[in-house]
């Protein structure tokens, strides 16, 4: 239900829910007065933006948003569930992470075509006890997150559970024909990895493992899990300069999603476990080598892009691009499997061991 | 967990899953073998159209779907939850009408901007059982739904919960001008209704008050809350005719609708209760006209178009658009509240009492 709150009378003169009869100075209520149009305020303060203009034209408020498209451009769709319980837990995850991750994970999405994202639609399930304090810090972060993407909350869609759901669609851009699929490698590709794998999934650990994590903490693995980038510029450098010929994100562990863009591409890969990058902070910790490349392997949340370059264009590909190390992992086999060569030497099969929701 | 399937043994051959390694003679099984896999390649299928071409040039299967939008037009972007004990009891609700419903309400907000739909992405959530009988009944009545309004399944997200979680977005597209937003109603605009109103909210009391409903029903009020029929052409041809000042689809009910409209117009609007359109069950039927009329009023889930026309275009407005009859139950005013001219002929403040998540 709606609370009165103070606010300069300057203000509220001008607030969009006091509407004022044509010739009359009497002060109505709004004639919509529904939690769910309460709601609906918060996320049209949330989406007003300094940021660049896009080509939204109609945002939030009527029954759909529109957008124009630029001509020469195609439009990249994404859309991802993150559900309380399932994907995030509101005791452990400060809801700023939760309002940034819903986006970062869907504009990862975005970013493994090669594209850049212009806006998105929010669907969102709330307790009604929720629309207070934990909508503001949610908001505040998905607002965050949309500012540093460039992405503008163009609409979406709102009702009250018992639970949290949420659901982020995202809109993009590629240029026609420029868009890079999973399913274009071929062998004798390189096998390109960005950034460091592993750190989100650590992070993940120490979560399950405290019961109540700081909201301020600076742990690195932690801040990687919270507040994952996706790698939009990279991606689309990649798309522009056709240097890669198939490209995913890694959003369920590098295993599975490997595992995929070689069945898209109908092509087996061969990957080096001594290769993988791994976090500094890994190598001085205790844990054996062993269960940290597990963790790079099959542990999900990276949103590193993992994409293939043709032998004769890998000298095109830096050490680092803007600062994000770029790491040449392996090679793709026209046998149509995954192996590991391991710490000692030796090949095995690499099974894809990353999330599953109906696994168990 | 997949199930062995018996199929021909020449469709085996061709299955996706079946992999070949090149110059191998031994058939693979699929590398990346997951729950989630096995239900997207239901989706493939069900995904698999032989409708017009549409614009997607990528669909399901990569990590986002591609849509090459018509120059000269907008895209149209809208969302919408679809929850079960919110707004659908598997216990009452045939999966083939969930799988048409959920499509259908969200193809009506492009329908109430004038645009015609294009594509659309399902985020569906299911517990494991419900990965064969259900989920197949539920693809039909999806996919009936898809081929009807022309609307392709570009892509989506799935998981598994213990209860079923619906999101749908649909993509569409309008000359680029011409949608009918619901901002653009002035004093003496007349305001039409399509269809009828309050018989889908009648077949909800009765799958409420009935403990199983048959399945193959043919009641007139179980079918239009079953299998709502979003106004496509319509929206078109006011968009294109310029007809319509404003438009809103009723989906929460035409008190809650017409409200929407007239505060994002900054008008008001008197409607008269006797020439809202009802269906001629009702005037059969014992209940008597004034709770007929509520039902008319506040019932959501008609899927019928709201829009306001100029007086001096009226005139244009036919009877009845491809057999759908149009009808003028108002007048948009100036001062800014919702009046109800009642049966018996004393006008009252109507209020905004259609569906609510939040209320209560």
Chains 1, 2 share one sequence.
């Not at 303060?45 to 300094?50: C, D, E, I, P, Q």
């Not at 994907?87 to 075509?113: N, Q, Y």
């Not at 972060?141 to 709102?158: K, P, S």
């Not at 919270?226 to 562990?253: H, N």
Request: contains cysteine; glycine residues 8%.
């Amino acid at each position: 239900v709606p609370k009165a709150r103070s606010r300069p009378k300057s203000a509220r003169k001008h607030h969009p829910a006091t509407l004022r009869a044509k010739g009359s100075h009497v002060r109505l209520p709004s004639i919509v007065n529904t939690g769910e149009e309460y709601l609906v305020q918060k996320l049209r303060r949330a989406a007003r933006t300094k940021a660049r203009e896009t080509a939204l034209r109609v945002g939030i408020g009527d029954d759909a948003a529109l957008f124009t498209p630029r001509s020469g451009y195609e439009t990249v769709l994404t859309c991802d569930w993150f559900l309380q319980g399932t994907h995030f837990l509101t005791e452990k995850h400060p809801p700023e992470s939760i309002g940034w991750k819903c986006l970062a994970r869907a504009v990862s999405d975005v970013a493994a075509m090669g594209g850049q994202p212009q806006c998105f639609l929010l669907s969102l399930a709330l307790p009604a006890s929720y629309l207070e304090n934990w909508l503001d810090a949610f908001l505040r972060g998905l607002r965050r997150a949309a500012h540093t993407f460039g992405c503008r909350l163009a609409g979406g869609d709102t009702t009250r559970r018992d639970n949290i759901l949420i659901n982020v669609t995202v809109v993009g851009e590629v240029r026609a024909g420029r868009a890079v699929l999973r399913a274009g490698a071929r062998p004798k590709d390189a096998i390109f990895v960005s950034g460091q794998l592993g750190e989100a999934a650590f992070g993940l650990q120490l979560v399950r493992a405290h019961r109540q994590i700081p909201s301020h903490s600076r742990n690195v693995a932690l801040q990687r899990h919270f507040y994952p980038e996706p790698r939009v510029a990279l991606g689309r450098w990649l798309s522009e300069k056709r240097l890669a010929t198939a490209m995913i994100d890694i959003s369920d562990g590098l295993s599975t999603d490997l595992a995929r863009l070689c069945e898209a591409s109908r092509v087996g890969a061969k990957i080096t476990g001594a290769s993988i990058p791994m976090p500094r902070a890994f190598r001085l910790r205790k844990p054996n080598r062993l269960s940290q490349l597990k963790l790079a392997l099959h542990g999900g949340d990276d949103y590193e892009l993992l994409f293939t370059v043709p032998n004769r264009q890998t000298s095109r590909i830096p050490d680092s691009f803007r600062g994000l190390p770029l790491s040449r992992i392996g090679v793709i086999s026209n046998e149509q499997r995954l192996r590991l060569v391991d710490f000692d030497g030796r090949e095995r099969t690499l099974p894809a061991y990353g999330w599953d929701p109906f696994r168990g």
